[in-house]
C-alpha cells in the first residue's frame, strides 16, 4: 500500500497564490474605484476645504488697437497764431497732480474728486482695469463711494425679492461717473498715452494687451443685462444669491452692475459705449 504524501506539489502551490493575489489585486481596484466614486459625487455636492496651494491658470490677455489720435496741421493764415506748446508729460512717478489737473477740468464733481485723492493714481487705475477686464472689482486698489444705507429685500410668501429701493443707494456713484465727458477722457488716454503704456507694462503687458484691456473692461459693462422686472433671490447661510440661474452666472462686476438698477445700469452703459466710441474713432 503506497503512503499518501500531504504535502502539494511546488506548481499547485505557485497557482494557488497566483490566484490569491489576483483577486486581491482585483478586490483592491474594485474598492478603489467605488471608494472614486463616491468622493466624485460628495466633492460635487459639498467641496472640501481647500488645504492645498491652488494653482490658478493666467487668463488669457485679449490683445486690441485703439488707434492713435491723428495730429491736425492748420495751414498758417494771417493773422499769424503761435502754434499752442506741445504737452510735457512728467514721469510716471510725478504724475498725479497732472491727472487730478485735467480730470477736474471735465467734472467738478466731488466724489469723483475725492476718488482722485489717492496717490500712484495711473497704477491704481491701470490693475482696477485690469480687474474689470477679468469681470471682478479691485475694491481695495480702487475704492469708489460705498453705497448709501443697507441691502434690504421682502418676502412674498417663500419668495425672496430685492427690494428695488437698492437701487438709489448707488445713485451717487453712478452720478460721479455720469458727470464725467467721455470724449474728454479718451482725448486724455492719447496726449498721456506714454504713461499709461508704462504703467500696464510694468504689470507685464505689452501696447496691444493694454488696448485690449480696456476695451474689454469697457465691453464686460456693455454686456450687463438690463433687468426691469422684480429680481427674484435666494439665500444660502448668510448671502444672497439671484434665483435666475443666468443672472448668478454673471461675473462679479456685472451682478454688480446690475444691483444698481436698471436706470443706473442704462446710464452706466451711456457712458461705456461713448467713452469706447470715442476711443476707436479719435
Known amino acids: 500500500m503506497q503512503s499518501t504524501d500531504k504535502r502539494a506539489s511546488p506548481s499547485i502551490i505557485i497557482l494557488g497564490l497566483g490566484a490569491i493575489a489576483a483577486l486581491l489585486i482585483v478586490g483592491g481596484l474594485i474598492y478603489r474605484l467605488q471608494m472614486t466614486k463616491e468622493v466624485d459625487i460628495e466633492a460635487e455636492v459639498l467641496p472640501s476645504p481647500i488645504t492645498e496651494e491652488v494653482i490658478i491658470e493666467k487668463p488669457v490677455i485679449p490683445e486690441a488697437e485703439i488707434p ?8 498758417p493764415e494771417p493773422p499769424k497764431i503761435e ?6 508729460l512728467p514721469n ?6 497732472f491727472f487730478r489737473n485735467r480730470m477736474e477740468i471735465m467734472s467738478s464733481n466731488t466724489d469723483l474728486v475725492r476718488w482722485l485723492s489717492v496717490d500712484d493714481l495711473l497704477r491704481r487705475t ?18 469708489l463711494t460705498q453705497p448709501n444705507g443697507s441691502f434690504t429685500t421682502h418676502m412674498d410668501g417663500e419668495t425672496i425679492w430685492l427690494n428695488a429701493g437698492n437701487y438709489e443707494r448707488y445713485d451717487i456713484t453712478i452720478e460721479a461717473l455720469a458727470s464725467i465727458n467721455m470724449e474728454a477722457l479718451a482725448q486724455l488716454f492719447h496726449i498721456a498715452r506714454p504713461l499709461i503704456e508704462t504703467s500696464f507694462a510694468e504689470m507685464g503687458y505689452n501696447e496691444r494687451q493694454m488696448e485690449g484691456i480696456i476695451l474689454q473692461a469697457i465691453d ?12 427674484e433671490l435666494t439665500r444660502e447661510s448668510v448671502l444672497y444669491q439671484f434665483a435666475d440661474p443666468e443672472l448668478e452666472a454673471l461675473m462679479p462686476l456685472q451682478k454688480q452692475v446690475l444691483r444698481t438698477g436698471p ?12 467713452l469706447k466710441n470715442a476711443l476707436l474713432n479719435p
Open 220 to 231: 464686460r459693462v456693455l454686456s450687463t443685462p438690463i433687468i426691469i422686472e422684480p429680481i
Open 126 to 143: 491701470a490693475s482696477y482695469l485690469d480687474g474689470l477686464s477679468r469681470g471682478v472689482i479691485l475694491s481695495k486698489i480702487f475704492p
Open 263 to 274: 436706470e443706473n445700469t442704462q446710464k452706466l452703459q451711456q457712458q461705456a459705449l461713448a
Open 83 to 88: 502754434p499752442a506748446p506741445k504737452t510735457v
Open 92 to 97: 510716471l512717478n510725478e504724475s498725479d497732480s
Open 68 to 75: 492713435i489720435a491723428p495730429v491736425i496741421e492748420v495751414s
